[in-house]
């Protein structure tokens, strides 16, 4: 398929026993990622919600794109090269605005094969025009994606950028990453502290995420985070491009069983610092047609005994 389709429904990516479902109407989400076996199908990402009762819908769904900012700006409003800008909120019950605007708009499909798709999105919402490109590539073991984000404003400005994926536990699932520093966020997702990362909260070593409420942002992790299914025998490898130099760790209140991994440039009130002159860490100023991008890879493993998920 070639060209754009403004009603292309879900598409369908499958090489080997590796499955990816996009819906591109909603929000240019994933809505599924899974093994389908002979044994049969294993969700690696929550499955998408049936019901459509999730708004937006997008937060139904198992990944969504993040742009032109990851998380929440503080009290939607940032000031920048003496000029000041706002966002309005996104989600109901909500004051702020959250993961920008782009998760909310339909997105054109560009090109769609057996294992490769690309969509595409140009925005005008609030303080951002934006143009932003989503390239999903489906190997027998790896689903690669990588996300681009194109300032379309005839003046510079800050932006972030990220993917939000959710997972489901399926039982004792175990999480394992690097990092020595995380930010802490209230219940609003407002950073509130900084702090070491303490015993509770290190998954340098194999840990099942807490069936509570959680939401930190890790600071320096190395770019990589895994993620294993030992009944199943399952293992997800994401390796992320340096520019998603933050890991944000959530669980959400009212869904205990699954838990978000989210590569991302920005931190949560990253854009705190810009009145000051000061750029914070993962804050990207781009020019008039500027571009960032960045790559984030999952890789299947079913972990042989040895391998990197030994417990």
Not at 127 to 139: G, I, V
Not at 204 to 229: F, I
Not at 286 to 311: H, R
Request: charged share 20%; glycine share 10%; net charge negative.
């Amino acid at each position: 398929m070639s060209g754009k389709a403004r009603k292309p429904g879900m598409l369908a990516l499958r090489s080997g026993d590796l499955c990816l479902d996009v819906a591109p109407d909603i929000g240019g989400s994933v809505a599924g990622f899974y093994l389908a076996r002979k044994s049969g199908r294993f969700d690696l990402m929550r499955p998408a919600s049936t019901t459509g009762t999730a708004k937006p819908a997008s937060l139904g769904m198992s990944m969504f794109p993040m742009v032109p900012f990851a998380n929440c700006i503080r009290d939607n409003r940032f000031t920048f090269d003496a000029t000041d800008y706002s966002v309005s909120p996104n989600m109901t019950g909500s004051r702020l605005n959250f993961h920008g605007t782009g998760w909310m708009h339909p997105w054109t499909v560009e090109e769609h094969s057996t294992n490769h798709t690309i969509l595409t999105l140009e925005c005008c919402d609030d303080a951002y025009s934006f143009a932003a490109t989503q390239a999903f590539h489906l190997s027998d073991k790896t689903l690669s994606v990588a996300t681009s984000l194109t300032n379309k404003a005839p003046f510079r400005l800050p932006f972030g950028m990220g993917q939000h994926p959710w997972f489901p536990r399926q039982g004792g699932v175990k999480v394992r990453f690097q990092s020595g520093t995380y930010l802490s966020c209230d219940e609003e997702g407002l950073t509130t502290y900084r702090s070491k990362t303490l015993r509770a909260f290190d998954f340098s070593r194999w840990k099942e995420p807490l069936r509570a409420y959680q939401n930190r942002c890790y600071e320096d992790w190395t770019g990589l985070v895994e993620v294993y299914w030992p009944g199943a025998g399952v293992g997800l490898a994401i390796s992320a491009d340096k520019i998603f130099r933050h890991l944000m760790f959530h669980v959400p209140a009212n869904d205990p069983e699954t838990f978000c991994l989210e590569p991302q440039s920005n931190a949560p009130c990253g854009f705190d610092t810009l009145s000051k002159g000061e750029i914070g860490p993962g804050i990207h100023i781009l020019e008039t047609d500027e571009t960032l991008c960045g790559n984030i890879e999952f890789l299947v493993s079913d972990a042989p005994e040895g391998s990197s998920y030994s417990l």
